[in-house]
């Protein structure tokens, strides 16, 4: 180990159904830090279990009264955390108002930024107020009654039901039938306290990265994604040759530049660091906001590797500038 290179954790896993994908995002990360300026490490976390990894091998506890470690006797610290863990404690605030409160750099969006967005409930309502194009939702909290036909006559047929916190397609159902209202919502309830029951809207399915690196906003090509399965699920979104995507996304330049502004206003409005990435569907030239996810997939197949990768750069390239913004 260099002593003289800035120390970069990779932090990896969480509590949550994404543990497995965030571990392959982390793994991707840590091959993507410049190891001729950093030294990079890969710390995988889930609940009470916080350990550095290196070469693949386990080598030490981190000590969580300051994120530190032992290595042949001696205490090392880190200089910047890269958060790669989907879903909680790494995408909802928690694990950034720890490193608020030890004062350690890190990549993604402040505590404030990280709850909002992950809130999939507060998050669009939010954005509804600032005139952001969206689906008609409805919220059932765990113990909730639920009129399977009420939620039907509001919505209509299809719906999609999905847990308000959480991500990679985990405990989402597309409904057809008043019959299945309740086993979905009951689905959703196994990911979170919470089910958001969604108007469904029948278009095509784009998603588009940005990042701020010293006070300039760059916005990604924006990916098409075309499922072969009946939406984008778990199985769509992690098994190659199961979705088509298309980068940049087959749109001509007045949608292509709709989407890329609307991405930048949302980044804005959320107020947003480091990479994030938007979803929406478009139907009849209307995009219409999915979510916001503020430390999205880096896997090998993800999509801001390829949005990265299709402006021309490297994810080598965007993390270095990420990391020399944070830490200078």
Not at 169 to 189: C, D, H, N, P, R
Not at 200 to 212: L, M, P, R
Request: with cysteine; proline share 4%.
């Amino acid at each position: 180990m260099n002593t003289n290179k800035p120390n970069i954790a990779v932090v990896a896993g969480g509590n949550s159904s994404e543990f497995v994908v965030s571990v392959k995002s982390g793994a991707n990360v840590l091959k993507a830090v410049d190891a001729e300026k950093y030294n990079p490490w890969l710390v995988e976390m889930q609940n009470d279990r916080w350990e550095v990894f290196q070469n693949g091998e386990k080598i030490s506890n981190i000590d969580k009264a300051d994120f530190s470690f032992q290595l042949n006797r001696e205490k090392v610290t880190f200089d910047f955390a890269y958060i790669t863990i989907h879903g909680t404690p790494g995408e909802d605030g928690i694990l950034q108002s720890y490193f608020e409160l030890i004062g350690l750099p890190y990549s993604s969006c402040g505590v404030h930024s990280s709850s909002l967005t992950f809130n999939k409930w507060f998050c669009s309502n939010y954005l509804r107020s600032l005139n952001v194009t969206m689906a008609k939702s409805l919220l059932f909290t765990k113990g909730d009654n639920i009129d399977a036909q009420k939620i039907v006559d509001e919505l209509g047929l299809p719906i999609f039901v999905k847990p308000n916190a959480g991500g990679s397609s985990f405990g989402i159902t597309k409904v057809k039938q008043v019959e299945e209202v309740e086993t979905a919502i009951l689905k959703a309830w196994e990911e979170s306290s919470e089910a958001l029951v969604e108007e469904f809207i029948d278009g095509h399915e784009f998603t588009c990265g940005a990042v701020k690196i010293k006070g300039e906003k760059i916005v990604f090509p924006i990916t098409e994604v075309i499922p072969k399965n009946e939406y984008f699920d778990f199985e769509a979104k992690y098994t190659p040759g199961v979705t088509e995507e298309i980068t940049p996304a087959r749109l001509p330049e007045n949608l292509f530049k709709k989407c890329q502004q609307l991405t930048s206003e949302i980044y804005d409005h959320c107020n947003c660091s480091g990479i994030i990435r938007v979803d929406f569907i478009l139907k009849d030239e209307t995009f219409y906001f999915l979510e916001v996810n503020t430390t999205p997939g880096m896997t090998g197949t993800s999509f801001i590797p390829q949005q990265i990768a299709a402006m021309g750069s490297s994810l080598t390239e965007i993390i270095s500038q990420i990391i020399e913004d944070r830490i200078g």
